[in-house]
C-alpha cells in the first residue's frame, strides 16, 4: 500500500521582534495583561521592510530541506499555503521553486486562509497516495501578515505576526501515516475578516489608499466564539471516527495558534489533557497559514512529537474555512 510520510521539517522567523511592551507604547494603551493571559502572545516576530512571502517560505524550505537529507532537484512537486502572497497573479509557489532551483517540480498555491496548511497538507499526502510519479513533495505555510496591518489597529496589531513553516513528505511503501481527514467550510462568514481591497471586487484606487480601511486586515464583524469552540471538537470527532480511532489514541493535538483561551476550554470540554498539546504563540505571535507548520516543528524540537506518535491537527481560519488531518509520524 502506497503512503506518504514527513522526513524533514524547518521554520523561519524574521529577525525584528516586537513586544507587547512597544505594542502598548505605540497604541497608547497598556495591552500587555489581555494579550499574554488571554491569548497567550508575549511577543512576534515581524518582516523587514524588504522581507516578503517568498523570502520567509524559501528560508523555512532551505531548513526543511537539509532536516530531509534532499536536495532541491529532487522536489517533484511544491504546494504552498498563504494568504498573503508575493504577488496577486503569478503564484508564491512558482516564485519559491525559482529561487530554490527546484525545476523539476510543478507547483501551485492554496488559499484557505489560516486552514491552508492542512488543507494543503491533506493535498499532497493525497497526490502521493494516488500517483506513482510524486515522491517527494514540499509542502510550505507562510504568512507576511504585517504588510497589510494597521498598527493603530489594536484587534489586529496585537495577534497577527510573520513566520514561515515547511514540511517534506516522501512516498513509502507498506507503511500508514495517513490516518483520515476532512473539510469544512461555511461561506457565511466570507465578509466577517479579511484584506477586502486589491482584487476585482475592490481594484486598489487612490481613493482606497486613502482611506486606508479595505486594503488592511480588518476584523469586519465579530465572529461568534462557538465557531471555534464548537467547530473543532465536531470536526476533530468526525475525523478520529473516520480513523477508527479514540481521542484517547491521540498522542497530540496541533491547534490554529490565534488563542490559548480557546485552546484550553476545547481541550477541556474534549477531556483530553493538556500536556497533549503544544503552542507558540508565547513566542512568535499569530501566524495564521504558518501556525501548524511551525508547531508541530518546535514539538518536535523539544521532544514532545516521536517517531509512531498519532497527531491530529486542526486549523481553522477566514471564510469560514476549517480542516482537520491524522496521522501517524
Request: net charge negative; glycine share 6%; charged share 20%.
Amino acid at each position: 500500500m502506497r503512503d506518504a510520510k514527513i522526513i524533514g521539517t524547518g521554520v523561519y522567523v524574521p529577525e525584528r521582534i516586537v513586544s507587547n511592551a512597544e505594542l502598548s507604547q505605540n497604541l497608547s494603551e497598556d495591552i500587555d495583561d489581555f494579550v499574554t493571559n488571554i491569548i497567550g502572545i508575549k511577543e512576534r516576530h515581524i518582516a523587514a521592510a524588504d522581507e516578503s512571502t517568498a523570502d520567509l517560505a524559501t528560508a523555512a524550505t532551505e531548513n526543511a530541506l537539509r532536516s530531509a537529507g534532499v536536495v532541491a532537484t529532487d522536489l517533484d512537486l511544491i504546494l504552498l499555503a498563504t494568504d498573503t502572497p508575493e504577488y496577486i497573479s503569478p503564484a508564491t509557489s512558482v516564485v519559491v521553486q525559482q529561487r530554490l532551483g527546484a525545476m523539476n517540480a510543478g507547483t501551485f498555491d492554496i488559499n484557505c486562509a489560516c486552514a491552508g496548511f492542512v488543507t494543503t497538507l491533506d493535498t499532497a499526502f493525497k497526490y502521493i497516495i494516488a500517483d506513482a510519479s510524486y515522491k517527494n513533495v514540499l509542502v510550505i505555510g507562510c504568512y507576511a501578515m504585517s504588510k497589510f496591518m494597521d498598527w493603530k489597529d489594536k484587534k489586529t496589531s496585537t495577534i497577527f505576526a510573520d513566520g514561515a513553516g515547511a514540511v517534506v513528505l516522501r512516498a513509502v511503501e507498506g507503511e500508514q501515516h495517513f490516518l483520515a481527514s476532512k473539510l469544512v467550510a461555511d461561506g457565511n462568514y466570507h465578509d466577517f475578516m479579511g484584506i477586502f481591497a486589491g482584487g476585482t471586487r475592490q481594484p486598489i484606487t487612490a481613493e482606497v489608499l486613502a482611506e486606508n480601511n479595505t486594503n488592511r486586515l480588518r476584523f469586519a464583524k465579530k465572529y461568534p466564539p462557538e465557531v471555534n469552540i464548537e467547530g473543532w471538537p465536531k470536526i476533530v470527532n468526525d475525523v478520529i471516527a473516520k480513523a477508527r480511532l479514540a481521542l484517547a489514541d491521540i498522542d497530540i493535538f496541533l491547534w490554529t495558534q490565534v488563542n490559548l483561551s480557546t485552546i484550553k476550554v476545547v481541550m477541556k470540554e474534549m477531556q483530553i489533557p493538556e500536556e497533549k498539546t503544544h503552542t507558540i504563540m508565547q513566542k512568535w505571535g499569530y501566524t495564521g497559514s504558518a501556525c501548524i507548520p511551525m508547531v508541530f516543528h518546535d514539538a518536535l524540537e523539544t521532544g514532545k512529537i516521536k517517531r509512531g506518535d498519532r497527531i491530529v491537527m486542526c486549523a481553522s481560519g477566514g471564510g469560514l474555512n476549517m480542516a482537520c488531518l491524522a496521522m501517524k509520524y
